[in-house]
């Protein structure tokens, strides 16, 4: 995504009833919404609350990609692998690879000339990203899968991805 305007304007596609859904949805007009998002008749771009409200509504990730990707991060998705079996981990490791095969075309295509050029290394990092959080996925899929247990020996797929996104980390003050 190039910038907010396009951010604003993908998680309003993705919701449904679009753009005067989402006016709707965060409780202004869409002629207010409008203004908003071309910065018309003196108003501002939206809040960073209304930015949050937006991906929230919308159920995408776009505005953390958004960032992510401003900052030279890398976004990844936290799997939901509550019935996880060792099938849909053959399948995310198929789909690992079909990524990284991806990634391997484009840089052998993109040096054809024996250069690459900046919208060349622009898509080879896109599908990079790609790759590496499809990666992500089967890891956190194997840790799921054959890491922790519960007492039942089932898998504990909730805590692996609460442990594996951070989020138990102690804070010290």
């Given at each position: 995504?190039?910038?907010?305007?396009?951010?604003?304007?993908?998680?309003?596609?993705?919701y449904?009833?679009?753009?005067?859904?989402?006016?709707?949805?965060?409780?202004?007009?869409?002629?207010?919404?409008?203004?908003?998002?071309?910065?018309?008749?003196?108003?501002?771009?939206?809040?960073?609350?209304?930015?949050?409200?937006?991906?929230?509504?919308?159920?995408?990730?776009?505005?953390?990609?958004?960032?992510?990707?401003?900052?030279?991060?890398?976004?990844?998705?936290?799997?939901?692998?509550?019935?996880?079996?060792?099938?849909?981990?053959?399948?995310?490791?198929?789909?690992?690879?079909?990524?990284?095969?991806?990634?391997?075309?484009?840089?052998?295509?993109?040096?054809?000339?024996?250069?690459?050029?900046?919208?060349?290394a622009?898509?080879?990092?896109?599908?990079?990203?790609?790759?590496?959080?499809?990666?992500?996925?089967?890891?956190?899929?194997?840790?799921?899968?054959?890491?922790?247990?519960?007492?039942?020996?089932?898998?504990?797929?909730?805590?692996?991805?609460?442990?594996?996104?951070?989020a138990?980390?102690?804070?010290?003050?």
């Amino acid at each position: 995504m190039l910038g907010l305007k396009s951010v604003v304007k993908a998680m309003c596609a993705a919701y449904p009833g679009g753009r005067s859904a989402m006016a709707g949805a965060l409780d202004m007009t869409e002629t207010r919404f409008n203004n908003n998002l071309y910065e018309k008749n003196g108003c501002r771009f939206f809040e960073i609350d209304e930015l949050i409200a937006m991906e929230d509504i919308s159920g995408t990730s776009y505005l953390a990609q958004y960032y992510a990707h401003r900052r030279g991060g890398l976004y990844v998705d936290i799997p939901q692998l509550d019935e996880l079996d060792q099938v849909e981990l053959f399948s995310k490791s198929v789909r690992t690879a079909a990524h990284r095969g991806q990634v391997d075309m484009i840089i052998q295509s993109s040096l054809a000339d024996g250069v690459i050029d900046e919208l060349e290394a622009e898509k080879i990092l896109d599908f990079h990203r790609q790759h590496l959080a499809a990666r992500d996925a089967e890891v956190r899929a194997v840790l799921a899968l054959f890491g922790k247990k519960s007492k039942a020996g089932k898998v504990d797929a909730p805590s692996v991805q609460l442990e594996a996104s951070g989020a138990l980390k102690t804070c010290v003050e």
